[in-house]
């Protein structure tokens, strides 16, 4: 998505400075967070899709345009974090074990297991329990199509379905400049 957006005309705020942003989410301190978004046009991933954050740049920006991205079904968006999570932070590819998650030192030492505890809540034994990252995502997700369910500046889509490209520039009323979305970060492999 960061591309597209970027090529349709929108300055990215900066990815790495929002997550440094985790330890006042974790607060539910949203102030800096919206102060973050005075800096750019248009943002993603953390912590703007952490859950509640939508809320409070909504109080902070009701004219804003707010896009919630997702994927074919919980399973794949699974599948996804598995697979994000042990090419970038595992062990040999392996899926990261709580202690690598407190040593890793994506944007500082701990980090990682930092936000999966403000996130997830899951077990220390079991970080990537199933069921508890799988309700996360369908509760975030469908806490935000209730929010916002009768504004007009809500757009949900899936950028591997057909037309998504095409939805998202009339939604941000932006001429495209390609016929669909580029595939950047490809995390998620369809079976064959």
């Known amino acids: 998505m960061e591309k597209a957006l970027r090529e349709l005309g929108f300055k990215m705020g900066d990815q790495s400075r929002a997550e440094w942003l985790l330890p006042y989410y974790k607060e539910r301190n949203f102030s800096p967070i919206i ?16 859950p509640y954050t939508f809320i409070a740049l909504y109080q902070a920006f009701p004219d804003a345009k707010f896009i919630l991205s997702v994927r074919n079904n919980d399973e794949e968006w699974y599948q996804s974090v598995l697979r994000f999570q042990s090419k970038n932070i595992g062990k040999n590819g392996a899926l990261p074990s709580a202690e690598d998650l407190k040593n890793a030192t994506y944007r500082y030492k701990g980090f990682m297991w930092e936000m999966f505890q403000a996130l997830y809540q899951t077990p220390e034994n079991d970080p990537y329990n199933k069921e508890t990252l799988i309700a996360h995502y369908n509760f975030h997700n469908q806490m935000a199509r209730d929010f916002f369910r009768d504004k007009p500046n809500f757009l949900e889509i899936n950028v591997s379905e057909e037309g998504a490209y095409q939805k998202l520039c009339g939604f941000l009323n932006v001429s495209p400049v390609r016929q669909e979305f580029p595939w950047e970060n490809k995390s998620f492999a369809p079976n064959p």
């Not at 102060?35 to 952490?50: E, L, M, N, V």
């Open 35 to 50: 102060d973050f978004c005075r800096t750019a046009d248009a943002f993603q991933d953390a912590p703007f899709s952490y």
